[in-house]
């Protein structure tokens, strides 16, 4: 599909609300570049856990300076632990910082063969792209999120217990709406999607309509 503009999509949501999938499959539909921006963060994380020796400013900044996207799609990212983990290191400014610059970039310059972009993470409708076409707020019911990702979890064979993921999705929850940098928040110019009683697909068609009858208009 051609738009006759490029256009930037931005989601936020809580963990394991639904975000990810519908972000992949928007971008998949209307040619977007999709940036799960809370990948960067897990994989931080994952430096902080395994080499806390190298883990400072200098080694992140180099680390981001030469991030390649699919070393964003490895398995190891998708933990409980290394979600947690995320959650913490990314109530730091300077990590922030480092992580925004290329996340803008992403954004306003997606390559070429794309439409546009699209972004999903926390800050992304009121810090990363405030001037998105369309910004979505996705969310669902905390015992829904917890059982999704405990199903993805067990998925990938991780031995852990339903509630132990209820318990560490609260606890994301706490840290990201409560945090003073970059709080998770609704804006008001963005469209509350809630995913608890309705299938991906019901979701996708929801979003796919809206954002068609904005570029129709
Ligand atoms: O989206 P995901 O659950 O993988 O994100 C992991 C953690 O990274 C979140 O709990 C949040 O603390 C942090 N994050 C963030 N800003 C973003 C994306 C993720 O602070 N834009």
Do not use: W
Request: net charge positive.
């Amino acid at each position: 599909m051609k738009l006759e503009k490029k256009i930037k999509v931005a989601i936020d949501s809580p963990a394991a609300a639904g975000a990810g999938t519908q972000a992949k499959l928007i971008s998949k539909y209307f040619n977007l570049f999709y940036l799960d921006t809370g990948k960067i963060y897990r994989m931080i994380a994952y430096i902080k856990i395994n080499q806390p020796k190298k883990y400072n400013y200098t080694y992140i900044k180099k680390i981001m300076k030469n991030l390649n996207i699919k070393d964003l799609q490895a398995k190891k990212l998708l933990s409980n632990e290394v979600g947690t983990m995320a959650s913490i290191i990314s109530k730091d400014k300077k990590i922030r910082k480092l992580v925004h610059s290329f996340q803008i970039k992403k954004a306003y310059h997606p390559p070429k063969k794309y439409n546009g972009s699209c972004l999903d993470g926390r800050d992304i409708t009121y810090k990363i792209i405030p001037d998105a076409d369309f910004k979505f707020f996705i969310t669902a019911n905390t015992k829904v999120r917890a059982l999704r990702r405990y199903r993805e979890l067990k998925g990938l064979n991780k031995k852990i217990s339903f509630n132990d993921v209820l318990k560490s999705i609260k606890k994301r929850d706490k840290n990201d709406y409560n945090r003073k940098i970059s709080p998770l928040k609704r804006t008001k110019d963005s469209i509350l999607i809630n995913t608890t009683n309705f299938s991906k697909r019901a979701c996708f068609l929801k979003i796919k309509n809206i954002m068609y009858r904005k570029l129709k208009a």
